[in-house]
């Protein structure tokens, strides 16, 4: 990043926790990261990916598996919240998770298609845009371009583990606010509600909830947003009222009746898709709207998400 992105990222975020981003990703591009904890992703084992590529293909599952990745599913999930304000009675946010937009050309199309089809109030996204976990960004910004143009106004997102922050300016310029470890108040009618969202808690643990919540008020009704669900139980008991996330994939790659054979994190099983709850926390896990290691699904269609807010 040239200096004068730099300096304004340091405003913004202060320069301690610009430099612990920037150095932590340098260190994992160089495989020095965490060494004896998480020193190895099945993301970066590329020979393990052919490996999957061919299982599938003797399988004869490959072909199946290329074609579900781009069935975009739209799932609508009703979300009672205590509190919420009667003007926000109805209010539909969209969340996109999981793109790695540049893994397939055809990706950005789909979800083109897909999000034209969907009314809505407010858009977020929940982290890993890039297919890689390293290396160059322009073709993901390329592609979030091409995608932003048909997203409505007001769009919010955070950064996951496949992401840089580096990416941040190039967002914030196509008009995709970024929130990192920060909360902004959104407006309608004569009612507010708090959104919040944390850098990503997998790899950099770079996560501050306390620092996300600083400014919001006690008995506001706020959301989360967090690249994983790993944090929820910080969540919960920081009283937020709902938490989105991704990265799981749900599996992507799953047995009959979308049992999934792994889902890469550190959560129980019924938080890696779909709804769930902790203590007075709602949560939802999207599956993600594209693929990482392998461009194939099965038995765990993508899908975009509408959350319908509603009064308790």
Known sequence: MNEAIVETLSRRIGRPYL??????EADYEALVFRPGIRFFHLENWYSVHSVIRNCLRLAGLYGRGRRNAHRLEIRRHEVALRGLPQSFDGYTILQLSDMHIDMDPDTPGTLIERVREVDYDL????????????????STLEGMARLRAHLKEPVYAVLGNHDSIRMVPGFEALGIRMLLNESVAIDNGDGTVFLAGIDDAH???????EKAALDIPPEAVSILLSHTPEPYRLAAHADFKLMLSGHTHGGQICLPGRIPLTWDANCPRRMASGRWRYRDMIGYTSVGSGTSIV???LNCPPEITLHILRRA
């Open 295 to 297: 461009n194939a699904r």
């Open 123 to 138: 858009c977020v996204l929940t982290g890993d845009y890039r297919a890689k976990t390293f290396g160059a960004i322009d």
């Open 19 to 24: 430099n612990q981003r920037l150095g932590l």
């Open 203 to 209: 790899y950099y643990r770079t996560d501050n909830i």
